[in-house]
């Protein structure tokens, strides 16, 4: 059974950063992608950033590429989001997920984590 547990979200002036952690269990992750979506109120769930465990090979959305950094260690089997220059707009639930065909839809996810709630204040 796959667990993802996320931890880090908070409340966060614009520009300021955080850094989400998501800690990975009940698999051996090596052929699998994890990645992080977000979700804001009256939004659909949108992609965020993942990395294939294996090889590090990480993928970006265009409105977090140059200012989140998705990452992984592996020994602890997990996942990291740090999120630099945050923008109001950035406010979401942020949710951790794992799969293992590494597209950017949410039906390439079959595990998901309960989300943390990042509120990025104007």
């Known amino acids: 059974q796959v667990q993802l547990v996320e931890s880090g979200g908070g409340l966060v002036q614009a520009g300021g950063s955080l850094r989400l952690s998501c800690a990975a269990s009940?698999?051996?992750?090596?052929?699998?992608?994890l990645g992080w979506f977000r979700q804001a109120p009256g939004k659909e769930r949108e992609f965020v950033a993942s990395?294939?465990?294996?090889?590090?090979?990480?993928t970006y959305a265009d409105s977090v590429r140059g200012r989140f950094t998705i990452s992984r260690y592996n020994a602890g089997n997990t996942v990291y989001l740090q999120m630099n220059s945050l923008k109001p707009e950035d406010t979401a639930v942020y949710y951790c997920?794992?799969?293992?065909?590494?597209?950017?839809?949410?039906?390439?996810?079959?595990?998901w984590g309960q989300g943390t709630q990042v509120t990025v204040s104007s």
């Open positions: 990395i294939r465990w294996s090889a590090g090979l990480t």
């Open positions: 997920t794992a799969g293992r065909s590494g597209g950017t839809s949410r039906s390439d996810y079959p595990y």
């Open positions: 009940g698999r051996t992750f090596n052929t699998y992608t």
